[in-house]
């Protein structure tokens, strides 16, 4: 049982743990604000001139009621003097609350540019093992509406509070000069409004980071719904998939009511009851003045006017706290991807001298799971050419995953041309070793494009790549060869062609080391021919792993290694495991060649 003070322990851990999350978001947020101090110092700078323009306003009525109206003073040139000051101020003030808008709207957009960018290339380079759990519907959100969110915290929350800030302090520097006692009763609006404020963080935080975080639910929601329609149309799932996103678009929307009740109750309408109350005492407290004989006319319509202005930038800055709280929820989320521990690669540019591979005693399992591979041994020779093959389980693409250095070798050696794994960087890995997955990834680009990759190859290095994939002369017969656009998917070539395009572009790194992860699984035979041709001719000159549940694409492999449940249980060329008379693989064989027979009998019927 836990103890009272085990848990007090805990929760002082989580506390602590939750002051620390916010420190990290609050600099992530506000270290934007100094990294261009010219630009804030020029922003700062804009908006004092304009508050002073708005307060020197009431200033310049009240001089002009007392000195001149009242008194019955209304000689033209000052007056006209006093209306050019006046008119003056006033579009002076409204020029410089403009371009001191545009300066604070540059800060901002600089700053969600940065983290957006940030946030791009921590993702890309985050673990294998994140994306295991992670929700591309709530990536995308934390990327663009998180971000969103950010750049209102700038200029909706920052340039608002600060405007504001000085504004206020001009006003009440303009009631102290006016009458410093009508000023102090203006001025006992600030701690009711801090306390306004106080009490919407504390009513309205948690509830904000709630809804964003229904919000993300609601992204990853759609993106799945609308990523899987074929089999949820085709499984009738349609009525459960609703009343899932009904759900979660009824607690957004309970989420974002609280929010507003918060805001409605404590920020404009509490602001405005004690506004109507101050004034109600000032024009009380003016009352006495007058029957005292000391009061003039032009202060009291300064002080209302002030008042008027300064009620208003108080409910501003409560009011805005709610886009604060929304900046600080998702800065929060933003602070946590990119806290995201990234993949840790040698340090040095190990070159891959060849395509030798050493698998000693290697167990691999997925978090705290069972082991998928158990005291895996294997050795593959340079230029050699090995299918690893198995039942769905078996350890095949996790084998795969572990050579790409998706994850982290914990247990056993691998080492690859001569060298434990872990002395490669990212770099030296990728150049040494090609992936061709089972689904080809296509850009809407052109060829050479697709091919390239954005590694600056030359166009004899991409022609090379092409003809050693059998790719090359199907490219010169497109309507613009090397540069013709293949439109999204790739949809002006084959499914073979573009299986040939992705060999190509692996190819075109000249790794030392190709995977094959099911690479024919899902075409037909004419296609899996054109492949095996491309595959051939590569045969002998780079080692070549093949994954493969179509055991017709690897009969002709150096070694066959079958993996069941994470262990070999057969090894051998084809020859070698056919001869096996109660053998796994000659049983799986089998089995795809009768179904293979069955297929072409209906066809040819």
């Known amino acids: 049982m836990t103890t009272d003070t085990e848990q ?7 506390k602590s743990a939750e002051q620390s999350s916010q420190r990290s978001t609050f600099q992530l947020l506000f270290s934007y604000v100094l990294a261009d101090k010219p630009l804030l110092y020029k922003s700062l700078a804009l ?28 000689d033209p040139q ?63 959100s934390r990327i663009t509406n998180d971000t969103e969110a950010i750049k209102d915290l700038y200029v909706q929350f920052l340039s608002n509070v600060l405007g504001n800030v000085l504004l206020l302090i001009g006003i009440l520097i303009a009631m102290a000069i006016l009458d410093i006692k009508l000023m102090l009763i203006a001025l006992g609006l600030i701690p009711a409004v801090l306390l306004i404020i106080y009490l919407y963080q504390k009513i309205s935080g948690k509830v904000v980071a709630e809804s964003r975080a229904l919000r993300s639910d609601i992204n990853a929601n759609l993106a799945e719904s609308i990523g899987g329609m074929t089999v949820l149309q085709a499984t009738n799932q349609q009525p459960r998939f609703g009343a899932k996103f009904a759900a979660l678009n009824d607690s ?63 409910a501003e800055i409560t009011q805005r706290f709610n886009l604060y709280q929304q900046a600080m929820a998702a800065g929060d989320r933003v602070a946590t991807l990119l806290d995201e521990p990234q993949q840790h690669y040698g340090e040095k540019h190990q070159q891959m001298l060849d395509g030798s591979i050493k698998v000693n005693q290697l167990s691999f399992a997925y978090g705290e ?21 198995g039942h769905t389980g078996s350890g095949k693409s996790t084998l795969l995953s ?25 770099q030296a890995l990728r150049d040494g070793i090609g992936l061709i997955p089972q689904e080809p990834f296509i850009l809407a680009s052109s060829v050479f494009d697709n091919i390239d990759m954005g590694r600056g190859l030359s166009q004899a290095q991409v022609e090379q790549a092409a003809k050693a994939a059998d790719l090359h002369h199907t490219i010169e017969r497109l309507s613009e060869g090397y540069q013709t656009n293949l439109g999204e998917g790739g949809m ?7 299986q040939q395009l992705v060999i190509a572009r692996a190819l075109a790194a000249q790794p030392k080391i ?24 590569l045969r002998g000159n780079i080692t070549i792993i093949a994954v493969a549940h179509r055991l017709s694409t690897i009969s002709h492999a150096d070694e066959i290694v079958l993996l069941s449940h994470g262990q070999i249980s057969e090894r051998g060329s084809h020859q070698q495991l056919m001869a096996i008379a109660d053998g796994t693989y000659r049983a799986m064989y089998q089995l795809q060649q009768q179904a293979a027979r069955v297929e072409q009998a209906e066809q040819s019927a």
């Not at 609280?258 to 004034?279: C, D, E, H, N, Y």
């Not at 699984?521 to 595959?535: F, R, Y």
């Open 514 to 537: 190709l995977l094959l992860d099911e690479a024919t699984a899902n075409v037909d035979s004419e296609t899996e021919q054109v492949v095996q041709q491309a595959l051939d001719k």
């Open 47 to 74: 908006l004092v001139l304009a508050t002073i323009g708005d307060v020197a306003g009431p200033m310049l009525a009240k001089v002009f009621i007392d000195d001149y109206l009242l008194a019955g003073n209304l």
């Open 402 to 426: 572990l050579l790409l250095d998706f994850y982290p070798v914990a247990e056993g050696q691998l080492r690859i041309g001569g060298h434990d794994i872990n002395h490669y960087n990212q």
């Open 252 to 314: 957004y929307y309970l989420a974002r009511m609280k929010t507003i009740k918060a805001s409605g109750l404590l920020l404009r309408p509490a602001i405005s009851f004690m506004s109507v109350m101050v004034t109600v005492l000032l024009l009380y407290v003016f009352g006495e003045q007058v029957i005292s004989g000391v009061a003039e006319i032009g202060v009291l319509y300064a002080f209302l006017n002030y008042m008027g202005r300064f009620t208003e930038p108080l």
């Open 369 to 389: 799971g069972a082991p998928v591979l158990k005291n895996l041994n294997l050795t593959v020779p340079d230029g050699g050419f090995y299918a690893i093959v």
């Open 78 to 140: 000052p007056l006209a003097l006093l209306l050019i000051a006046y008119l003056v101020l006033q579009v002076s003030s409204a020029a410089l609350r403009y371009m001191q808008a545009l300066s604070f709207t540059k800060m901002a957009l600089s700053a969600v540019q940065d983290i957006r960018r940030r946030v791009f290339e921590r993702v890309v380079r985050l673990p294998m093992s994140y994306f295991d759990h992670a929700r591309t519907g709530q990536l995308v």
């Open 8 to 14: 007090r322990g805990t929760n002082a851990q989580a």
């Open 492 to 498: 002006r070539l084959s499914t073979g062609q573009r």
